[in-house]
C-alpha cells in the first residue's frame, strides 16, 4: 500500500508560481514512479508530468506546462515536488500526485495504483 498526499495549493495571480509537495509512504520510495495530474471543473482528469524511478533522470510533461512546471523528486525526504512557474488561469484545477508500480512511464491516469486526496490550484488572472 502507498500514501500521497499533496500540500502547496492555493490562490495566485498569473505569472506568479507555487510548489506543490507530494509526500509518499508505505512502499520503496526510489522504485516508485510517481506523476502529476490536474482536474478542472467539468473537464476529465489531465497529465501533467512524471517523473521516473530511483534518480528521477526522466521526465515528461503535457505540452501546455512544458517550459513552466518542473518535475522532481527527493528520495532521502520520500517527496515529489512539482515546480509551476508563469501561471496562466486555464492552469486552474484540483492538482493531484499518484503513484503506480512497474517501470513505464505512463500518461494514463487509469495506469496509476494509488492517488493522493488532491490540493486546488487557482490562478487569477
Known amino acids: 500500500q502507498v500514501h500521497l498526499v499533496e500540500s502547496g495549493g492555493g490562490l495566485v495571480q498569473a505569472v506568479g508560481s507555487l510548489r506543490l509537495s507530494c509526500a509518499v509512504s508505505?512502499?520503496?520510495?526510489?522504485?516508485?514512479?510517481v506523476g502529476w495530474f490536474r482536474q478542472a471543473p467539468g473537464k476529465e482528469r489531465e497529465f501533467v508530468a512524471v517523473?521516473?524511478?530511483?534518480?528521477?533522470?526522466?521526465?515528461y510533461y503535457t505540452e501546455s506546462v512544458k517550459g513552466r512546471f518542473t518535475i522532481s523528486r527527493d528520495n532521502a525526504k520520500n517527496m515529489v515536488y512539482l515546480q509551476m512557474n508563469s501561471l496562466k488561469p486555464e492552469d486552474t484545477a484540483v492538482y493531484y500526485c499518484?503513484?503506480?508500480?512497474?517501470?513505464?512511464?505512463?500518461?494514463?491516469?487509469?495506469?496509476?495504483?494509488?492517488w493522493g486526496p488532491g490540493t486546488q490550484v487557482t490562478v487569477s488572472s
Open positions: 499518484a503513484a503506480r508500480r512497474g517501470s513505464v512511464l505512463t500518461g494514463h491516469h487509469e495506469d496509476y495504483d494509488y
Open positions: 508505505g512502499r520503496t520510495f526510489s522504485t516508485t514512479i
Open positions: 517523473i521516473s524511478r530511483s534518480g528521477g533522470s526522466t521526465t
